[in-house]
């Protein structure tokens, strides 16, 4: 069985000196590695005014095609500038099982609490650091164990109570199956969006070169069994040759644009442009919806409710205002966009 955690890292933190990773996992991790990991960790602490978040984070390296779970540790030290020393455990895994962190992420938090505190205790009781190390082996170790119970479950139940694996294998059973893309900026939450439609972080097809994931979902709607497969199509600029590739075959669109980032939703016109520039010439009218993503943030909402109407209105596709977060109206709009293109099929034929 893969493994999800590529390294483990904890840097300690020096006001003067930067950042030093003291213990690493594996043994044989390149220097290299260590200290982009040690440097960007400080980097975020310095972005943020030199605050210290209490919460797991997880921000991406790149060039590593990796991306890093921290967590940060203060602790009262009144030798330290300021009284506090300031430490960081990061987990590393691939790119790809990014959706596994994000969607256990609350369950990982008790784990990393319980090894903080002891981590703190150990540090002020001037422990030997090969005992700290310890516990930070003992972290990753329960973790790892953590995340293959979650896998386990997850693959033994792939799919929903109404639709049991051994059922749904036979594809007789299947009476449509469509191809659906989602496209946005990066950070609008597709990823988030899709993952509350399936439910399945880990049964996924991830081309991180290509930058395209797939996911499917088989549901009943109108008495009618139909399998959605879900092209999650990657917004970054590198990706822009290769993505045009992925449009093709596509019976429905989803343009999801964020709520509080006004920029995305003036990217949703060109978006459309896009996808239907790269279509075959003879494809009927896009069947559709543009999300418009976190509905739950009321407070620092940028977009109003009158300006995606009108562009919806003007680009012939539903708008619904969803939360990935909390699950509003998301599965309402895709069992919708399924019941669409299987009318349209009937009304063609």
Excluded: C
């Amino acid at each position: 069985m893969k493994k999800l955690i590529d390294a483990v890292i904890y840097t300690d933190i020096h006001d003067e000196l930067g950042p030093d990773p003291i213990h690493w996992f594996p043994s044989d991790l390149p220097e290299s590695i260590r200290m982009l990991v040690a440097i960007k960790s400080v980097t975020i602490l310095t972005g943020d005014q030199g605050s210290v978040p209490d919460s797991l984070l997880i921000i991406p390296f790149p060039s590593l095609k990796l991306k890093g779970l921290i967590r940060y540790i203060e602790r009262e030290d009144k030798s330290k500038r300021g009284g506090f020393a300031r430490s960081a455990i990061t987990f590393l895994f691939k790119e790809a099982d990014d959706v596994v962190f994000y969607k256990y992420m609350s369950y990982l938090k008790a784990p990393f609490d319980e090894a903080t505190k002891k981590i703190i205790k150990l540090e002020e009781q001037k422990a030997e650091k090969e005992i700290i190390f310890g516990e930070i082996n003992v972290l990753r170790i329960s973790v790892g164990q953590l995340l293959d119970d979650f896998r386990a479950k997850e693959v033994s139940f792939p799919l929903s109570k109404e639709f049991p694996e051994i059922i749904i294998r036979d594809e007789k059973i299947v009476d449509y199956r469509f191809k659906l893309v989602v496209v946005g900026d990066p950070g609008v939450g597709k990823t988030s969006t899709i993952l509350r439609f399936t439910d399945n972080a880990f049964l996924r097809t991830y081309v991180p070169t290509l930058g395209v994931s797939i996911t499917e979902k088989i549901i009943q709607a109108n008495d009618k069994v139909i399998e959605t497969i879900l092209w999650d199509i990657a917004g970054q600029n590198k990706f822009q040759t290769m993505r045009r590739h992925f449009y093709q075959g596509s019976e429905a669109i989803l343009l999801i644009f964020d709520l509080t980032n006004r920029i995305s939703f003036n990217s949703i016109k060109n978006w459309y442009e896009d996808v239907l520039k790269n279509m075959e010439k003879h494809h009927h009218r896009m069947i559709g919806y543009i999300f418009g993503n976190k509905s739950d943030l009321t407070e620092v909402r940028k977009v109003k409710l009158v300006e995606a109407l009108t562009l919806a209105k003007e680009l012939n596709l539903k708008y619904i205002e969803t939360s990935a977060m909390t699950g509003k109206n998301v599965e309402y709009a895709f069992y919708d966009i399924a019941e669409s293109v299987i009318k349209t099929r009937l009304e063609k034929n």
